[in-house]
């Protein structure tokens, strides 16, 4: 399927999407978006302008990514997910959004919201359990499994993560919350 029969509601010459992508009717992508190899982006997507959608990405039904947002390659942002601008989320990184999933029943009703606020990073390979909130400018180490709310600027490490310092607008580690929010 050539860019120009990709059905979305945006201008598509501002919009990059590899030839080898999918991407489903009534999705708002924003200028200078780039949607990489073997993607598919789901229905009622709302991507913000210059996001970067690594190759093998799927963004599921409804989520939301702000601005400026990074995706890296095998990611999957599942419904319930909300991106608020300039997040990273690092390759093979997992979020859920059922507590306790069985494959004979069915909880698409269930499905718990998770944020990522402004500014926020997460790691190669790390886990967020759904239904919480990852705070502005944090940084989930990779491998983490977040499973509580996250503050803003917490460095957080380990399964389950737990906090072990401060980290800037940067990613600059530092030795207290005061001196991450100059």
Same mark, same amino acid.
């Given at each position: 399927?050539?860019?120009?029969?990709?059905?979305?509601?945006?201008?598509?010459?501002?919009?990059?999407v590899h030839e080898s992508?999918? !991407?489903?009717?009534?999705?708002?992508?924003?200028?200078?978006?780039?949607?990489?190899?073997?993607?598919?982006i789901m229905r009622g #997507?709302?991507?913000?302008?210059?996001?970067?959608?690594?190759?093998?990405?799927?963004? +599921?039904?409804?989520?939301?990514?702000?601005?400026?947002?990074?995706?890296?390659?095998?990611? +999957?942002?599942?419904?319930?997910?909300?991106?608020?601008?300039?997040?990273?989320?690092?390759?093979?990184?997992?979020?859920?959004?059922?507590?306790?999933?069985? =494959?004979?029943? +069915?909880?698409?009703?269930?499905?718990?919201?998770?944020?990522?606020?402004?500014?926020?990073?997460?790691?190669?390979? =790390?886990?967020?359990?759904?239904?919480?909130?990852? @705070?502005?400018? #944090?940084?989930?180490?990779? @491998?983490? !499994?977040?499973?509580?709310?996250?503050?803003?600027?917490?460095?957080? !490490?380990?399964?389950?993560?737990?906090?072990?310092g401060w980290v800037n =607008?940067?990613?600059?580690?530092?030795? +207290?919350?005061?001196?991450?929010?100059?």
């Amino acid at each position: 399927m050539t860019n120009d029969q990709r059905p979305m509601t945006n201008d598509l010459q501002q919009v990059f999407v590899h030839e080898s992508s999918y !991407v489903d009717e009534g999705c708002q992508i924003g200028k200078g978006t780039k949607i990489w190899h073997f993607s598919h982006i789901m229905r009622g #997507c709302t991507i913000g302008e210059d996001c970067n959608i690594g190759q093998n990405v799927v963004i +599921s039904p409804d989520v939301v990514l702000g601005r400026n947002c990074k995706i890296q390659n095998n990611v +999957s942002v599942y419904t319930g997910v909300r991106c608020e601008d300039d997040v990273f989320l690092g390759p093979s990184m997992v979020f859920t959004n059922v507590i306790n999933p069985r =494959a004979a029943v +069915s909880r698409k009703d269930e499905y718990k919201p998770t944020i990522i606020k402004k500014g926020a990073s997460v790691g190669a390979n =790390a886990t967020i359990v759904c239904g919480h909130t990852l @705070g502005e400018y #944090c940084l989930i180490g990779a @491998g983490s !499994v977040v499973t509580k709310d996250v503050p803003a600027y917490a460095l957080m !490490v380990g399964n389950p993560a737990r906090q072990i310092g401060w980290v800037n =607008a940067h990613g600059d580690k530092c030795d +207290s919350l005061e001196e991450a929010m100059k």
